[in-house]
């Protein structure tokens, strides 16, 4: 199982259009998708807050970075909103994805990026220099792939397209995690606001 895993984590790297064609065949069923994506948010804030244990922050956090809980549920609420913006912005110009396509997607792409917090977690003792380099490297190449997989859901064969409907998508999560701040309190995000 670990070695079917590692081999398809490595694929996606290196052929990420080939994955997603071959994750989508597996017609993965709601109610697995799911349970799927809580463990994702679970293993994600798990490895996150290891993260903070190993190299505290310099000053005071936000209450949603330091408090598990509600990391999770912004996790969470984030993932599930970017399931539906990703879908609906896609087909809105002209895209094809399913719900259950999109979520199997990118839930993939989250067992993906707590397999880097993990990687991450073992380095920053031995070379917290390396470690800045790794987390930006896997952003930049994790939208690329995040694009890959956009135009292979939605039937595209234009990466514009996916583009497209990623800023769109984008835009209904920021409105989404906004308006889910809000109820947490959390006004202008730490941003000072313009007088």
Known sequence: MLNTFLNLAVRTVSEPRKVAAELLQLQIERRTLWIALALAVVLNTIAYQISLVLAPPPGPMPVFFSSPIIFAVLIGAGL???????????RFIGGKARLEGVMTLLIWLQYLRFAVQLATVLLLPIIPGLV?????????????????????VHEF???FSSFGALVLAALGIMLGLAILLSFFGVQNLGLTPYV
């Open 157 to 159: 064969d234009s990466l």
């Open 132 to 152: 800045a380099l790794l987390v930006l490297g896997a952003t930049f190449y994790g939208m690329w792939i995040l694009l890959q997989f956009i135009d292979v």
């Open 80 to 90: 599930v909103m970017s399931v539906f913006s990703i879908t609906y912005a896609g």
